[in-house]
T-cell receptor
């Protein structure tokens, strides 16, 4: 069974640029969630995708957008990068996705470290 | 508004003794609670979870206790081992969105 993978591992961008981060979910999982972890903080929920549809969003501006593909892999896109976007971006996959409460465990990938200069 | 709080940024425990990590939450809608362990340069690794309908869940050396009336949960690790040294995050789930605490760095002293 393949775990959650993310690419790239590290990325350096400049302010105003755009970035795309990628995630492959664990085998059999149809739900992908994205989190941003700033230094010294816990991960913050960005959004979740279930069967290619956005299934919940945290307190992030619209320049953070996502996509899920038919094979349940996912992308996180960030436009007009700002210095504060520098963080570890984590992807997690799970079995569930039904909106309305769930006890499905989310399994995390290793993350992509984004540095914005 | 910090809905999940881990008030101890760090904890040091002697090898072989019990480690107790604590977490408090404010949102009554949380129905599932998890503990994750994180090593540097890695993603969080799932450790153990508990549903809001239970008050205890045990898995090997790890036990999670939930006190709903106090909105408090704790993770007990016994006996503590050097490999347990890591940052531990408490997370709470409502509608599948996980809300994390800020983490507790656990150091096991040989």
């Amino acid at each position: 069974e393949t775990g959650v993978t993310q690419s790239p591992t590290h990325l350096i961008k400049t302010r105003g640029q755009q970035v795309t981060l990628r995630c492959s979910s664990q085998s059999g999982h149809n739900t992908v969630s994205w989190y941003q972890q700033a230094l010294g903080q816990g991960p913050q929920f960005i959004f979740q995708y279930y069967r290619e549809e956005e299934n919940g969003r945290g307190n992030f501006p619209p320049r953070f957008s996502g996509l899920q593909f038919p094979n349940y892999s996912s992308e996180l896109n960030v436009n007009a990068l700002e210095l504060d976007d520098s963080a570890l971006y984590l992807c997690a996959s799970s079995l569930g996705g039904s909106y309305g409460g769930s006890t499905d465990t989310q399994y995390f990938g290793p993350g992509t470290r984004l540095t914005v200069l | 508004d910090q809905q999940v709080k881990q008030n101890s940024p760090s904890l040091s425990v002697q090898e072989g003794r019990i480690s107790i990590l604590n977490c408090d939450y404010t949102n009554s809608m949380f129905d599932y609670f998890l503990w994750y362990k994180k090593y540097p340069a890695e993603g969080p690794t799932f450790l153990i979870s508990i549903s809001s309908i239970k008050d205890k869940n045990e898995d090997g050396r790890f036990t999670v206790f939930l006190n709903k009336s106090a909105k408090h949960l704790s993770l007990h690790i016994v006996p503590s081992q050097p490999g347990d040294s890591a940052v531990y995050f408490c997370a709470a789930s409502a509608i599948e969105k996980l809300t994390f605490g800020t983490g507790t760095r656990l150091t096991i002293i040989p």
